[in-house]
Nanobody, 120 residues
Framework: QVQLVESGGGLVQPGGSLRLSCAASGRIFSINRMGWYRQAPGKQRELVAD???????NYADSVKGRFTISRDNAKNTVYLQMNSLKPEDTAVYYC??????????????WGQGTLVTVSS
């Protein structure tokens, strides 16, 4: 069973920082794109940032200059460093990954979600 497990959410004051982690586990042959999405109450899920296996990154305009996505291919893990957090960053953050299993099946996986609350 291939799965994604997230950690690192919580409550932080405006201007603060948090780092999210997402580790893929199971019978994995390779992982291509990895990314972070978020969904705020009453809103659609949106892409925050993603990163290819080669390290090319892409960010939503709303987080450019504040968030940094990175990955450790040896650990099958993707990170999201969030700085200068704003109340509008409050959402459930989901990890997403395009995984190829040992049996060469292509899978799109989602993590369980982790809540980030930015409030004083």
């Amino acid at each position: 069973q291939v799965q994604l497990v997230e950690s690192g959410g919580g409550l932080v004051q405006p201007g603060g920082s948090l780092r999210l982690s997402c580790a893929a586990s199971g019978r994995i042959f390779s992982i291509n794109r990895m990314g972070w999405y978020r969904q705020a109450p009453g809103k659609q899920r949106e892409l925050v940032a993603d990163i290819t296996s080669g390290g090319t990154t892409n960010y939503a305009d709303s987080v450019k200059g504040r968030f940094t996505i990175s990955r450790d291919n040896a650990k099958n893990t993707v990170y999201l460093q969030m700085n200068s957090l704003k109340p509008e960053d409050t959402a459930v953050y989901y990890c997403n990954a395009a995984v190829v299993s040992y049996s060469r099946r292509s899978l799109e996986l989602w993590g369980q979600g982790t809540l980030v609350t930015v409030s004083s």
